[in-house]
C-alpha cells in the first residue's frame, strides 16, 4: 500500500520505565499506523534509537524529544521519514516544536506540549507558547496535555481555577487559534478512584490556516488502555491497514496438538517433483494452516488487547454520565491488568520477530527487507524506482526491476574468450573439488541446531525452533 495518509497520535502515556508499559505502547503504535506518534510523560532522561525501537518500533526511524527531569515530565516525538519529515526542532521547557513536511501535502508547524503543575509555571508556559509562535509563522496545530481546562464544563466537579481558564482563553485569543472538536469522549482524564474526577486535559488547537489546509481531519479519542488519559487520535485522510505476513510464533510450539498440526499441513500435491518446489510448497502450505490453527489455539491477541480496550472504552465514556457499580469497576480493572497481561505475552514473541531477516512478498507496504541491526529490525522503505525514466510504484513492478537488476548484475555463464595462466604466475594450487560436493543431510542439521532457537534461516519466517521440534 501506498502511505500517503497522514496521522498523528498524542498520548500521555504515564511513565515507560517498565517492560510492560514499553511493550503496550508498541501494541498500540502497530495498531494504529499513524505516521507521527507524540508520548508525553515519558519519565526518561536520555531516549536513544534503542528506547525507539522498544516502544515504538522500526518503523519510526527518525525522532526528537525533551528529556525528563528527574523521572518527571518527558516528550517523545517519533515519525516514518518514508511518509513525513520534522525539521527545525526547538526544544522549549515544557513543549517542542518542529516542521511537519509531509510526503505529499502542505507543509505545517507542530508544537507538542506537556504543561506544567503550579499556577506560576503554567503562566511561564503559555508565555513561552506565544513567544514560540511568533517565531513559527504559518499553519500551525498544538497538541498534548496542557493540564488546564478551557470551559467550567471540562471538569466533572465545581473545585475550579477560573483565573487559568482565563489564562488558557487568552493565549487562544491572542494566537488566533480554534479548538478541534473531539470526537467520542466528554473527558480526557480521570483519576481512577471510586468517584473520579474528570477533566478534559487532552486537546489540541490550530491556526486557521492549518484548518483550511485540512478541512476534513478528524480528531478522535481512543480507549486509556494502561494509562488514565486517553490518546488522541488526529487523521488528516484516510488510509488502508496494511497486510500482515506470516510469523511463526515461539510459544505454539508448547501448544498441545502443535506436531499434529504440522503434519496435516505438510502436505504437497505428487505431481510437483522439484525438490525446491516441493519444499516452497510445503513451507507456504504449513504457513497457511498453522497461523489458522495458532488463532483457534491461542486466540488472536491483538484482537483481545483491542476488545479489552473497546470495553474500557465504554467503562470511560460511561463513569461520565454515572457511577459505576462496584462489578463493573473490578471488571474495568481486571481489563487494564489484561492489556498488560496480554503485552507482556507479546514481549515474549518480540525477540523472535526483531532478530529475523524478512524478505515480504507481495507486501502492500513496499517494505522489501527487515535487517538486522545489533539485534534491532529495521525496516527500509522503497516508496518508488526510476528505472531507464520510468518511475515504478507499483510492488510488482519494483520486484520485477529488482530482478531483472540483479539477473544482470550477476550474469550467465558463456565461453571465455581469454584465460589466465595460472601456472606460469606460479602460484601455490589449492584442491577446491569438495566445494562441488553436495550439503549432507549432517552438515544441514548442524547449521540448524547452532541457530539460535528464535532466529529464522530464511526469509519465510519459519524460526530454527519448527525445524527442530517439527
Given at each position: 500500500m501506498s502511505y500517503t495518509a497522514m496521522e498523528l497520535v498524542c498520548w500521555n502515556v504515564r511513565g515507560l520505565n517498565s517492560p510492560a508499559k514499553k511493550k503496550t505502547l508498541r501494541e498500540f503504535v502497530d495498531t494504529v499506523h499513524v505516521a507521527i506518534i507524540c508520548i508525553l510523560e515519558s519519565k526518561l532522561e536520555r531516549v536513544d534509537q534503542f528506547t525507539i525501537m522498544q516502544c515504538l518500533g522500526?518503523?519510526?526511524?527518525?525522532?526528537?524529544?525533551?528529556?525528563?527531569?528527574?523521572?518527571?515530565?518527558?516528550?517523545?516525538?517519533?515519525?516514518?521519514?518514508?511518509?513525513?519529515?520534522?525539521?527545525?526542532?526547538?526544544?522549549?521547557?515544557?513543549?517542542?516544536?518542529?516542521?511537519?513536511?509531509?510526503?505529499?501535502?502542505?507543509?505545517?508547524?507542530?508544537?507538542?506540549?506537556?504543561?506544567?503543575?503550579?499556577?506560576?509555571?503554567?503562566?511561564?508556559?503559555?508565555?513561552?507558547?506565544?513567544?514560540?509562535?511568533?517565531?513559527?509563522?504559518?499553519?500551525?496545530?498544538?497538541?498534548?496535555?496542557?493540564?488546564?481546562?478551557?470551559?467550567?464544563?471540562?471538569?466533572?466537579?465545581?473545585?475550579?481555577?477560573?483565573?487559568?481558564?482565563g489564562m488558557l482563553k487568552r493565549f487562544i485569543d491572542d494566537c488566533a487559534l480554534k479548538e478541534l472538536f473531539l470526537h467520542g469522549r466528554k473527558f480526557t482524564w480521570s483519576n481512577e478512584r471510586e468517584v473520579p474526577t474528570l477533566t478534559k486535559i487532552d486537546r489540541a488547537f490550530v491556526s486557521v490556516d492549518w484548518e483550511l489546509d485540512h478541512p476534513e481531519c478528524l480528531l478522535q479519542a481512543m480507549s486509556t488502555s494502561a494509562s488514565d488519559h486517553c490518546p488522541l487520535f488526529l487523521a488528516l485522510e484516510e488510509h488502508l491497514q496494511p497486510r500482515r505476513r506470516f510469523r511463526f510464533e515461539l510459544f505454539w510450539t508448547k501448544l498441545d496438538g502443535f506436531l499434529e498440526a504440522v503434519k496435516e499441513a505438510w502436505v504437497c500435491d505428487g505431481e510437483i517433483t522439484n525438490p525446491f518446489h516441493r519444499l516452497d510448497v510445503l513451507l507456504r502450505n504449513a504457513a497457511k494452516s498453522l497461523t489458522a490453527w495458532g488463532q483457534r489455539r491461542a486466540g488472536n491477541i491483538k484482537l483481545q488487547i483491542a476488545c479489552a480496550n473497546l470495553v474500557i472504552l465504554r467503562f470511560d465514556c460511561a463513569v461520565e454520565s454515572r457511577r459505576l457499580s462496584e462489578g463493573e469497576r473490578w471488571l474495568r480493572a481486571t481489563l487494564k491488568q489484561l492489556v498488560l497481561g496480554l503485552a507482556s505475552l507479546e514481549r515474549t514473541t518480540a525477540r523472535g520477530r526483531s532478530r529475523i531477516r524478512w524478505l515480504q512478498e507481495g507486501d502492500a507496504n513496499t517494505t522489501m527487507f527487515h535487517m538486522i541491526a545489533n539485534g534491532r529490525k529495521t525496516k527500509n522503505f522503497i516508496p518508488a524506482l526510476s528505472v531507464q525514466g520510468q518511475v515504478i510504484t507499483d510492488q510488482l513492478g519494483k520486484e520485477k526491476a529488482f530482478f531483472e537488476e540483479y539477473k544482470n548484475l550477476l550474469g550467465k555463464d558463456s565461453a571465455r574468450e581469454h584465460s589466465i595462466d595460472l601456472e606460469f604466475l606460479n602460484l601455490t594450487s589449492v584442491d577446491l573439488a569438495d566445494q562441488d560436493l553436495v550439503f549432507q543431510e549432517e552438515e544441514i542439521w548442524e547449521v540448524i541446531k547452532d541457530m539460535p532457537a528464535d532466529r529464522a534461516p530464511g526469509p519465510d519466517g519459519f524460526i530454527r525452533i519448527f525445524f527442530h521440534k517439527a
Open positions: 522500526p518503523s519510526y526511524d527518525g525522532f526528537t524529544y525533551l528529556p525528563a527531569s528527574e523521572t518527571r515530565h518527558g516528550i517523545i516525538v517519533g515519525w516514518d521519514s518514508s511518509r513525513v519529515q520534522l525539521s527545525n526542532v526547538a526544544i522549549d521547557t515544557n513543549f517542542l516544536t518542529g516542521f511537519v513536511s509531509p510526503r505529499e501535502g502542505p507543509t505545517w508547524w507542530l508544537s507538542v506540549v506537556y504543561g506544567p503543575q503550579s499556577d506560576v509555571q503554567k503562566i511561564a508556559f503559555l508565555e513561552e507558547l506565544v513567544d514560540r509562535r511568533a517565531l513559527c509563522p504559518g499553519p500551525w496545530l498544538v497538541i498534548g496535555d496542557f493540564n488546564l481546562i478551557l470551559h467550567a464544563s471540562d471538569k466533572s466537579n465545581n473545585r475550579i481555577d477560573r483565573r487559568m481558564m
